[in-house]
Each structure stands twice: as C-alpha cells, then as structure tokens.
C-alpha cells in the first residue's frame, strides 16, 4: 500500500478506474482499453464532483443521465458504476466482463445492466440518444414545474469520440440541438487522435469545434485532459452556466494514457494490452495493487455517492410531496406517466368506420388517431423528418417545440431521419412515460434501420409512423417507392410491424402501437398515400391478433386470399367475384402478432388442409412462403418499382382485381 | 412573341428553364417546380459558361460532371438537357415527365436517361456520389497524366439543397472531401430558406458556410442569386481557380422564384403552381409563349452546347490519338478500362485450397483475394470505414490515397459508412471501368442500406465487403452481431448476396463479384470473423451457381443439408456422423444465383421429392422456407445476440455439429 500515500486521493480514484478496465480486457482477452485509460480523469470529475444520480435507485426520476456514446469503452462505465455503488455492476461481474450472462457486456446495454441509460456502441447513436433526454427534459419542466416548486431539473452529460464525431447521424442530432439550445446537454469529446485505423490525420482532420460552433453550440477546450483535473472542472463548470445553448467541451487526452508502449496507439484502441505491458503499465502509473483490487480510500471515496444519492431524492421527494399537495391534476398525470400504465378506457377514442364512410388515405387514417389519441395522452410527442404534411403527423392540440416553447408536443426534425430515430429512442428511454413517434416516408427507413433495431433491441417504446407504403406512391418512382422495405423490417426481432387495411385497422394499429410502447416495445405502422376503402369486416380485435377473416365463408375454404394493406381491399373485391367458390379472406397487417396467437387460432384461420392461397402484397415475396401453402401463389413485386402515376405501377405491376381473380381461378383449377 | 425582345438572351434562357419546368409540372399535375424556378439562373451559368460536356456523346469521358443532389428539382436538369440538345430528353419526353416509361422519370436515374450520371433523389446521395466522381477524377489523373498530355481532367459540380445539407451523408462525404483536398469538386449549395416543412427556420438554423470552412472547403457566397447572373460567374471562377480544396458555392435564391403568391413557401416545393398561378407567373415574368414552347433565340443560344461539346472532344481525341503512340502501356490499360472487359485469365490469380490448407478466417481469405487482384486489376480501388485491419481490406500493392497522392488506391473513409456506400457508388458511375469496393461490419450496413440500395437500382458495379457476419463475432454483443442482416440484404432487387463458406469458396465470390462489378451490377459478400476449415467438396464454380453439393451421396437422398459460410462446415461434419443415411451437403453461398439457374438444376440439386432438409444458418429463418421443404427444418437465430466469446455464442445458439446431427436425426425418424 505504500504507494498509495504518494498519490493524492483523486489520482487513486482516477487509476482504479483505469486499472479495472485493464485488468477486465486482460482476463476477457477482449474489449477497449484504451478509451477508459485516456478519459478516467473527465469521467472521474464528472462522476465525482457534477453529476446528480442513486446508486441504490438508478430509475430515480430527477438523476442526472449520462451517456457514453464510445460505447467500446463501456469499461470506463463500468468502473464508475462499481466504485460508486450500483448493485448491478459487482467486481463479480467486472471480472465477468463480456462473458455470457454477465451484466458487464461488450457495450453498454441498457437492457441488461441497471444504471445504463440507453444501449451504444454503433458509433454516433449516443449522442443522438442524449439529444432526446435532453428533449425529454426540457419538455417535461416545461410541462411540469411551478414557480415554487421544481420538479424536473437534470443534465444530460456524454462522452463522445472521434468515431461519433465521423458519424453523420451525431452531425444531425447536434446541428438540431443547437437549433434548439438544449442548455443542459453537455458533451465531453474525448480528442485522443486515434481512431481504429490509426491516427485520425488519415481520415479526419476537420475543426470539430467550428463545426459545432457553426451549430450554435457554446464551445470549450480542455487542452491536457490527461492530468489537468482543474481545468475539466472549470469546464463543466462553465458549461453547466451557459444554459441557452447546449455544450461541447474538447478534452485532448492521450488514448491508453499510461501504457509506455502503447498510448497514443491504435493498438491500445481495442485490444488488451497484453501482460508486459500491464506490469510496466502498472509500474509506470505506480500501482501496486493486485488486479481487480481497489484502494480503500479510493472506494471509500467514491462509494459517498450513495449517501449523496440518498439525499438528493430524499430533497426531491420532500419536492414532489409538497407538489402533490399544491398541484394534484399535474401531479397525478405525472405519477401516472412513471407507472407506464393508460388512463382507464383511453382506447375509446379510437374512431372505426363502416363501408358507406369516406375512404380516405390510411395515412390521413393515422392523423386522425395521432390526433385524437394526443387529446387522451399528454404525453405523446413527436413528428416527422421534414415530411410533416406528407406523413400527416402534426399534433393540431399542441404548438411547435421549438427554444422557448419546450412545452409543446410537435418535434420538427428536419430532414435528419437518422437522428430522428435515435432521438425517439432518447425520450422513450428517458423512462419517464412519454411517448415518442417518428415519420417519414417507409422508404427512407433505410436512413435510420440501425436506430429502428436498436429500438427494438433496447426496449423503447417508439412508434415509427411510416407512410407512403408501395409503389403506390407513384410519380416520385424508384427511388421512393419501397418494394423489400417491409421485408427488411419484419425480419428485425423484437419489432412489431404493422400495415393497416383502413380506417378500422389504423385504429387498431394504434391501439398495438401505444400498448406496445407502454411495454417498453417499438412498433413500426405503414400506411397508404392513396385512398383506400373501408371494409366492412375489418376491425381492431382483428388487428390485435394478427391476422383474421375479413371475409370469410361457410365451412373448409375452398381458397384463402391473403393481403395486407392497400391490398386486403382487391382481395375482397376478386372475392366477390369468386361467389361460386368458398373463399376467405384474411388480412394480415402483423406477422409477429399472428406469430404470438396460439396453434388452434392459427390453425382455424389457415388450416394445413388449405393448401391454395393467394397471397397479394404490393412488396417482394421474400418470407410469404411461410404463408402460402405448398400449392400457393403470390402477387409481389420483385423488382424495383418506375416513375408513374399510382394506379399506373399497381397496375402494371399486376395489383387488379381482375389479376387477383385470375390468378385465383388459376389456382382453383 | 413582342415580350421576348424586352428579355435579354440570357433571361429568355433562364425563362425557357423555368417555363419548362412549370409546364411539364402542370402537365404532370406532379413534381417540384419550386426549385428549378429559383436555381435555373445558376445551372444556367454552369451550363452555359463553364461546364465541358458533349450532348451528342453523354458518356464521352473527359466531361465535366454534373450531379443534382436535390434530386426532386429534376425538371431543371430535364430542362437543360434538351435546351443543350441531349438526344434522352425531347420535348415529348418532357410533356411525359413522371410518366410511365418516359425517359423523364420523378427523380434523375442514370439508368433511364442518358447523360444522368448517378441517381439521386435520397437527400445527400447525389453530394456524396459527387465525391465519389472527384475522387475518380483525382486518382486516373494521377495514374494516367503525363507531363505532356493531360488526358484526364474535368470538374464535378454539384448543386445541392437544405435538406441535403440537413443530412448526415453530405456531413460525412463533405468532411472527407475537406480532408482530401478535391479541389475540382464545386458544389453549387441553392439556399432557400424552405424546405417541405416551411421555413428552415424551424429546423435548420446552422451557419452551414461556417460548418463547410470548419471541413477545409473554400466557402463562396452570392446573395443574390435569383439576377445576379455576374455573381455568380464570378464566384464559379473563384471556386475554379481555387485547386487545392473543394468549393462550396452558397447562393441565396427564392424558391419558385416568379410565382407572384407562392414564390419563397414551401407551397411550390412539391406541388403543380395551379392553372391561375402559372398564369400570373407568367405575366409576372413576362412569359408570352405558350406552354413547353421555348423561343428560337434561346434554344438556338443553348444548342450551341452541341458544337462546343463536338470540339472539346474532337481536341480531346486529338489528345488521345498522341497518349496512345506515346505512353501504349498506359493507353491500353486506360482503353481496356473503358471498354469494361477484364485482361485473359485475370481469375487465374484467384487461389483454391485443399482440406489440408490452414484454416483461415473468410475475411483473411477475402484479404488475400483482394491483395491478389489488385495486383492483376489496376481498377480495384476501395478500403473500410475505419475497420482497415478488422475487416482485412488494405493492398499492400499500393499506398493512401490522400491529398498528394492521389495515385494510391487505398482509401480510408474515416467512420462514415453511409458516405463510403454512396463515394463507392460515385466512383463505379464515373464510367472509367474502377472496381470500388467499400467495407464495414455486415451489422453496419444498416448505416449505409441506402447506398447500397441505389448501388442495386443504378447499375453500379461495386463490391460490398462485410466482416464479422454472425453472431460468431462474440464478446462485442447484440449491437454488433448482425442476425436479420443477410435477411435484408436478400430482399433488394438486384444484389448479388454472397457468404462463402471457406477459402475457395472466397474465391468463387470474389470471380463473380468482380464480373459483376463489369457488368454494372453490385455485390455484397460477408466474412467471418473466425477460422473455417477448407471443406474437400467446396468449388469457385459451385459458388457461381449460387448452390451446389458440398457432399453428395448415390441416389435420391434421404436428408438434404442447407448451409452457408460458416455453417457449411458444420453440416459436412454432421453429414460424416450420420454415415448410415442418404445424405447430400448443399451449399447455398447465393440465393440470386442459384434462382438464376435452369429449372433442371434446381431440381437436381433440391429434388421436390426431398422433403426433408434441414437448414443450417446462423442468422433468422425469413425466407428460408423456400428451400425447407415441407417437412423441413432450421437451425436459425431468431431473436437478438448476446456478448460473449464467439465459440460461447455459436453453442448457446445451437449451432454444434451434434445439435444438427440431432435435428437431422429427428427429421429422419
């Protein structure tokens, strides 16, 4: 121990940090040990001096939330959440980093570890993610607090890399962030020059600052991020008193400080260093701990974070009891939001409709929902990436949330789809009950499929708002019109996909969508540009499970027609036409919720014996196998679609009744 | 026909532009006529003063490129080709203008309109393409010019909108384009202040100039874009004679610029003005003539461009004719580029191995595949998302390509997939015969799914490289392990999917990725990240056929195994233990191939009769039950991964030689 009196007490705190990463890396053989090494002192001066959390309750509401967008270097994460106290990260488990089962995996997952905030690691989709807790915030103060009395009131910190900073989706979300000076984000670049393939001179020599500076964020540097603690505490400091503006603080450091042979190297970047050079390693930092040891004074230190903790929420408690009093209304919505339950019979706002009403667009279907279901749900929020009036996703009861007007429900994304998606992410996992949705047309999916699956993987409760469904669409052509884009999206675990027939079945999806995000699960709808009518079997219940008969006949059916969407329509009009045959019609806007019916449901809707069915679906075949029987047949388009009017492609492409009924008959024999 | 006098000959021009557009808009009752009306001064002055094209030979190498990243203004670039006498766009095509099947489709595909160079339509593809065309440009001039001949020389211009500077794409591509110093890239940035949603103020209020200066581009401003016909020649001559960085041009314009009440809102961004509002426009802008009529003046003035264009390659012929008795070696690989055909034997480098061979991993063979072709192909030029040495991807045979050493081939995109699709995708439709190819982690193609997309529907000839392809990745976890990415991959129309199962296999993809790449179609191949054994059965031209038998038996076989990548070698093993049976190994490294053999074939390999085979593929079923056969099964991930050493994972998920013998043994009875 004798070295431990030669180094002050934050030193000591500072290379337990970095000595518990090592040693993890070196006993797994894998993971980044070089960011945690570079970045322990920012992390610790945050950590220890700035940040507001509960070790013994990581779900505490008003906790400051951090995120480590360099998700590789969730050692860092990690050490602090072990040497502060959490529960979930034990040295148990910091010895079982990246191994089957353990609560310490390869990136931070906020799914398996208590204390993480949001899963990263996809370079990029962390900061993003902040941005969207930094949105979550500041609506819910402007929404919640008094005068008196302060209800919601955190930071938003991160620690970002070069690797986010490469990343396009970190340009969206911080350009946006600026637009709408999210004061209390604060961002710690770690700028240690290395990236991956090497120094960052081969591939990144952009000013990182200006760009932010150009975003219209308050920019600061720490210049010796290595050992100057001081200076990291001026600048959060200084950052935390800017509050129109969110912060970006440059932190040059050196990458796998400490390491004589290798800091400064991508070679420390994501490998362990390797026993030799743990030793010298250690020697050259003066640690003469055994590995996985820490210094009492260092653990005595830091674990005052759990008192501190305690007494934080115990204030905010004595807070939000005296606003119970003094605000009941606002105060029961509030506790309700945090129980992730609906108020009693919420759905009943949900309109059906019979033949003889309009037909309209499912996506002016969905506008309707979105805006009757806001009447019920204070606490859905969200919009579209510049396509609001195309998706039809503007909130009539609600204003623009724009600086100054955080209180308002309407998020203007901009054409950034990317950010969008992981900035819904942000707000569901914020944990405060909102309710986020995104839109933009379903083919620019492709723009944001990692944010989607990692709202899938990551459990939050988005709703995805995709509209103009097909090649449908029309004039816009190929580039526009999705054909294995429903495809792409169904084969994602742990999504629910929904496409709607009508009027009806958009209620339905609704009611899916928002039960779902309550259940922390995401749901991606798509919807119609054209008009579609309403038909006068469909219904909720219907949708709820799946797939169902829209139309159906008596006893074994002679064919099933299958369609979804826009298309369940033509199979009930070739279904007319086929009245001397006993035919059912199933619509099937969800595959994943038919898959989680029980045998004897799935069984009576599509009997093994049935072997002809027809199944019609303005997209690829790929996957419909599954339902078409060993006899069936497919209407699909795969191929990309053209430039046309609608009703052209769909018809070129074969989506007529008549087709519909020939092909039947075809297979009727 | 009185008014025309009043108009000088370069109004007349820009009015035909406008007119056209609106015309063909109003026709449509479809399109974006906005942006055409309020650019049509610049594109004018780029196409009439500085832009080196020949209409009569689109695709005459030595011409300038030109790449309308706001795709939606299409009309603009539809206008101008016919006014400068391209053969594609007649005023026919023009009066069919979103029309099925005319060359004038709702964006610009190169696939449909000679002298489009790339697709855009997606906001920051075409800005990213055009860095991709600049580095084309950069690395043949500095491979083939001499001293005495300049033989390859020509700008990319570029004109973008709002919304493609709103997207992380054209962050990224422009980050990089800043980093290398392309100095003959000009992008023309048409600033409007209005995008669907409205005003930019409510999204997007960034200093975008300051942003393009903090990438290291030359940064220009015209204010009045709209008249100021001087300013914007002067500034297009600063930005020419500005060599050692790009230049972005920001030019303030009014959308629908002439439209008297709905110039300057978002009202003309992507809708037909109206019959009345046309009518005013054109008294406003003192337009007599009648719809899609141009005055002789200005086609004449225009049409000029085709003799302009006839000289310029005349005198570049003239250059051509001395390049090929002075520099023959230079001039016949340059010819044999051109011409898209490989050298005789270019496959013979490619190696195959035997059982005895060192296991190796996929992406080392991959490694040595592109390392042994580069050397017989002088066009393979491409690299990795900062994944250099992850995803085995750098030829050694040559160095970095970076500012000053242009000649290089290989690339470092830094962390930008997205921009590394679409630059991929630039360079292959810069038509000079370079194999691109880009690399990431298979799970990260979802950064980049867009790109890769528009690779598929515009004919480019790149190839994918996409490591650590399952969930045998290990200890990085879900976020990294790709498990529904081959599935949608699959689904797009026009790629070519590959997963070899082992060295020779590699080398199969590898013969059809690069003649595909001559064809102009692109392919995507994914690697393992661990050792697969050399399997005795594998072939390169089994792998052409996209399935074939690994192992086979005599007669009809009683059990069919499916594998791909690295479960071949798992099926060939379990194949061995289950002796006492009829057993046929397949591997099935390409769906798109093997669906593109005869009927025959197909039936040989996978007999109807065979109705029990078990796949065996470690990623999701979907689609799978193509090939499963009606009493078939499948060994499939279908949920997320898990962080966890790779072999761990691979057991826990069931893919042990002794869970398929099981599996089998269960199909057997």
């Given amino acids: ?167 396009g989706i970190s340009g969206e979300a911080c350009s946006l962030a600026g637009h709408l000076g999210l004061g209390k984000l604060i961002a710690l670049y770690d700028d240690n020059h290395i990236s991956i393939d090497g120094s960052t001179d081969i591939a990144f020599t952009e000013d990182v600052s200006k760009r932010f500076e150009a975003y219209g964020w308050h920019v600061l540097h720490v210049e010796n991020g290595n050992t100057d603690l001081d200076a990291i505490h001026k600048a959060i400091a200084e950052a935390k008193s800017v509050t129109d503006r969110p912060s970006m603080i440059k932190i040059t450091t050196t990458i796998g400080y400490g390491s004589p042979n290798k800091q400064n190297t991508a070679g420390v970047h994501g490998a362990a260093l390797g026993g030799d050079e743990v030793k010298l390693t250690r020697e050259n930092l003066g640690w003469n701990y055994e590995p996985f ?31 119970k009093t003094k605000y009941a209304e606002e105060a029961a919505l509030f506790e309700r939001m945090l129980s992730g339950k609906l108020p009693e019979n919420w759905d009943a706002c949900l309109p059906t409709y019979k033949p003889e009403d309009k037909a309209l667009a499912t996506r002016k279907h969905s506008e309707i929902c979105l805006n009757k279901i806001a009447e019920v749900l204070p606490e859905l929020i969200g919009g579209s990436a510049d396509l609001t009036h195309s998706n039809l996703t503007e909130l009539e009861c609600s204003g623009s949330f724009q600086k100054g007007s955080y209180e308002n429900r309407n998020l203007h994304f901009g054409v950034r789809e990317h950010a969008m998606g992981a900035i819904c992410n942000g707000i569901a996992l914020h944990g405060s009950g909102l309710i986020p949705y995104g839109a933009t047309f379903l083919i620019f999916t492709d723009y944001m499929r990692n944010a989607i699956r990692l709202s899938a993987l990551s459990h939050a409760g988005v709703i995805w708002v995709m509209t103009h469904d097909s090649v449908a669409l029309g004039e816009d052509g190929p580039t526009h019109q999705p054909v294995e884009t429903l495809a792409s999206l169904r084969a994602i675990p742990q999504l629910t996909v929904l496409r709607p027939a009508d009027g009806t079945e958009t209620s339905g999806a609704y009611k899916v969508a928002v ?44 064919l099933i027609l299958i369609g979804t969407g826009s298309e369940v329509s033509l199979c009930v009009k070739a279904a007319e036409q ?15 919720l038919f898959e989680a019916q029980d045998a004897a449901y799935k069984e009576s809707l599509l009997p093994k014996a049935v072997t002809k069915r027809l199944v019609v679906e303005a997209g690829v075949s790929m996957g419909w196998c599954k339902y078409m029987g060993s006899e069936g047949d497919i209407i699909a388009i795969d191929r990309f679609g053209a430039s046309a009017p609608g009703n052209v492609c769909m018809e070129k492409f074969g989506f007529t009744v008549d087709n519909v009924v020939a092909k039947a008959k075809a297979l009727l024999g």
Same sequence: chains 1, 2.
């Fill in 1 to 167: 121990m004798a070295v431990a009196t030669t180094q002050s007490l934050e030193e000591l705190c500072i290379n337990s940090i970095r000595f518990l990463a090592i040693d993890a890396v070196e006993k797994a053989k894998s993971g980044h040990p070089g960011l945690p090494m570079g970045a322990a002192p920012m992390a610790f001066v945050l950590w220890d001096r700035f940040m507001r959390f509960n070790p013994k309750n990581p779900k505490w509401f008003n906790r400051d939330r951090f995120v480590l967008s360099a998700g590789h270097g969730c050692m860092l994460q990690y050490a602090l959440m072990y040497l502060t106290g959490y529960d979930s990260v034990t040295i148990d488990e910091i010895k079982q980093f990246r191994q089957w089962g353990s609560k310490t995996p390869g990136h931070p997952e906020n799914f398996e570890t208590p204390g993480v905030e949001v899963t990263t690691g996809p370079l990029g989709q962390g900061i993003a993610n902040a941005v969207g807790l930094a949105i979550a915030e500041a609506h819910l103060a402007a929404k919640f607090n008094k005068p008196d009395l302060t209800l919601v009131d955190h930071y938003t910190y991160v620690i970002l890399g070069d690797g986010c900073n490469m990343e």
């Fill in 293 to 323: 040891v820490v210094p009492e004074d260092a653990l005595n230190h830091m674990r005052q974070a759990v008192e501190r903790g305690a007494s934080l929420e115990a204030e905010w408690n004595e807070t939000w009891a005296q606003y």
């Fill in 515 to 558: 039960e779902n995000a309550k259940r922390n699960r995401p749901t991606l709808i798509a919807f119609s540009r054209q008009n579609l009518p309403n038909l006068a079997g469909s219904s909720m219940a219907g949708v709820e499970k799946g797939a169902y008969a829209v139309v159906d006949c008596d006893g074994t059916p002679d």
């Fill in 578 to 592: 086929l009245s001397d045959k006993k035919v059912r019609v199933v619509s099937m806007p969800s595959w994943e």
